[in-house]
C-alpha cells in the first residue's frame, strides 16, 4: 500500500505532533472499521491519550491523505442523533447521522457535535471540529481546571 | 482623557480570583463556591456608574468597563459583554439611530416588501465586513478590554436574533405575513442575514482565535409563531449558524438565548441546534411566566449548562424580597442540572433595575446556589 500525505496534512500533523507511521497505522489496520463518503475514508484509533484520526481518499493500494487530526477529549456515549450526514460505517455499511456524542476530559463531560452510528454506538469527530473548536476547548479545560 | 481613567482597577486577587474560578466551575465539573449569577447587566451598568442608557450604546469602551466594573459590587460574572441585538444591518444597509433611553434602533425598513424589492440582497462578505462599522466596532472594544481589562475578555461574536433582524429590513409587519404568503422570500432575507453573520464570526475568530457564539431566538416565539415556524426559521437557522461558525473556527463557547415566550417552542431545539462543551441555554418565558428550571432542566441538562430565569418586571418592583423568593425557588429547582446551572433574569436585566434586587439575587446565590448535594 503506498501512502502519500497532502500538503495540508503535514502541515497539521507537525503543528499536532503527529507522526507519519502512525497515520499509516491507522489505515492500515482499520480493516473495516472506519467510514466512508464516496472516494473518501475516516479512520481512528485510540493512541496512548490522543484520539487520532486518518481522513484519506485512493484506491488499487495508492493512498493519499488528505487530513490527519487528534483531540485529547476522550469520545464517550452518543447523546443525540441527527439525521443523514452521507457518511456510511464499513462494519456494518449502516449510515452515519449528524449527532452529538458526550467527551471526557480531566475529570469533566461534555457534548460535541460528532457522526455517529448509533447500533454500534461508534462516534467520529470531523477535522474542522478537532483543529477548532475541540483544540479550544482543550486548552479552557486545562486553563480552568488548573 | 481615556475611559479607563474613570475607574479603579477591579479587585484581581480577592473578587476577580474567586469569581473566575466560579464562573468555570459549572463547565469543567470543578464546582466551587456557589452557583453564578448572571444578569445579563447592559446599560444597566452605565446607569449604576453614573451614565445614562445612550452612554452605554453610543461609547461601547466605557459601557463595557462599566460592566467590568460594577460586576464587583454585586458579585457578578468575572468577564466582560458589550452588545445591542441588531449587529450587521448596518451593512446590509440599514441606518440606526440613538436614543437616550434605548438601544440603536432602525429608521425603518429599505427594502420594498416584494420579491423585485429583495432582488439584489445579497450577504456580506467578511472582506466588506472589514470595512464596515460592526467589524471595526467590536475591534476596538475588545482591544479596549485587552489592554484595560485584560482579565474579563471573551471576545463574542453576535448572530442574536437572527429572524428579527432580518425582519427589520422589509419591516417586522411585512416580513411575518411572508412566512405564510412568501416563505421562499422570508427564507432568502433571513439566510442572508446568517450568512453575513457567520462571516463577521469568521472575522472576529480570525484576530482573537477563537469567538464565542450569542444567537437567540428572539421574534421566533410563540407570541408570533406556531412551533413550526419557530422551528423553521429559528432553531434550524441557529444550527446552521453555529455549525458554520464552527467551521471557521469560532466557538466553542456558545450562548443561546431563548427569549420572549416559548411555550411549547422549547421543544424544537434541542434536537436542531449545535451543543459544544462549552454552552449555555436559557430560555425566557413559559407563556406569561418566567421558564420553570424544572423544565429547562428536563430539556436540556444532558446537552448543555441551563440558565434560570427570574422575571425582569421584578428587577424594577421596589421588593428584594420577591425577587430573593423568586431566585430561591429557580436555584433549588435547577441547582442540581447535569451540567451546571446560572441564576438568570428572563433576558437583559432593565436598565433602572434597583440595586437592591440585584443583591437580592446574589443573596440568594449564596444561601441556596449550591450544586446539589455538593
Known sequence: ???????????????????????????ESAGT?????????????????LTVYADYSGKDGNITVNGAYCHKLSIRDIVLTGEDS?????????????????????GAVRSGPSLVEPESGESWFEEYLANGALTTAEGLFEQKRA | ???????????????????????????????????????????????????????????PELGIHCVGYIAE?????????????LPWVRE??????????????PTGPIYEPTAEGIENLKPIEKEDLLKGSTIPLFYNLYDYVQKNLPHTLVPISYGFDLVGASAELIGVENFIMWTFTEPDLAHKLVDTFVETSINGADALSDKYGMAMLIVGSVLANNDIFADEQVEEYGAKKMGHYVDQCFRKGAGPQIFYHLCGNHETSYKVFRNNLVWSPFTVIHVGYKGRIDFPSELLKQEFQDVATCMGSVDTKLMINPNP???????????????????????????ETPPYTIPGNLLAMTRAARDFGTYGTW
Do not use: Q
Not at chain 1, 88 to 106: R, S
Not at chain 2, 73 to 85: A, G, I, K, N, R
Open chain 1, 1 to 27: 500500500m503506498a501512502i502519500t500525505f497532502s500538503d495540508a496534512a503535514k502541515k497539521n500533523m507537525e503543528v499536532k505532533g503527529l507522526k507519519e507511521d502512525d497515520i499509516k497505522k491507522i489505515i
Open chain 1, 33 to 49: 472499521d472506519r467510514i466512508f463518503n464516496g472516494e473518501r475514508f475516516i479512520a481512528k484509533k485510540v493512541i496512548g491519550d
Open chain 1, 86 to 106: 452521507g457518511w456510511k460505517y464499513c462494519k456494518n455499511n449502516k449510515p452515519v447521522m449528524k449527532g452529538h456524542t458526550d467527551l471526557e476530559y480531566m
Open chain 2, 1 to 59: 482623557m481615556g475611559y479607563e481613567e474613570l475607574f479603579p482597577t477591579n479587585d484581581l486577587n480577592g473578587w476577580h480570583a474567586n469569581a473566575a474560578k466560579r464562573f468555570a466551575s459549572p463547565f469543567v465539573d470543578n464546582y466551587h463556591d456557589r452557583i453564578d449569577v448572571d444578569p445579563i447587566m447592559l446599560s444597566n451598568a452605565a446607569v449604576h456608574c453614573g451614565f445614562t442608557i445612550r452612554d452605554f450604546y453610543e461609547k
Open chain 2, 73 to 85: 459590587l454585586f458579585d457578578l460574572l468575572p468577564v466582560t459583554h458589550w452588545f445591542f441585538s
Open chain 2, 92 to 105: 446590509l444597509g440599514m441606518t440606526l439611530v440613538y436614543k437616550d433611553t434605548l438601544p440603536p434602533i
Open chain 2, 321 to 347: 424580597k420577591a425577587v430573593y423568593e423568586r431566585s430561591k425557588e429557580c436555584l433549588l429547582a435547577g441547582r442540581d442540572a447535569k451540567k451546571g446551572f446560572i441564576l438568570g433574569n428572563t433576558c
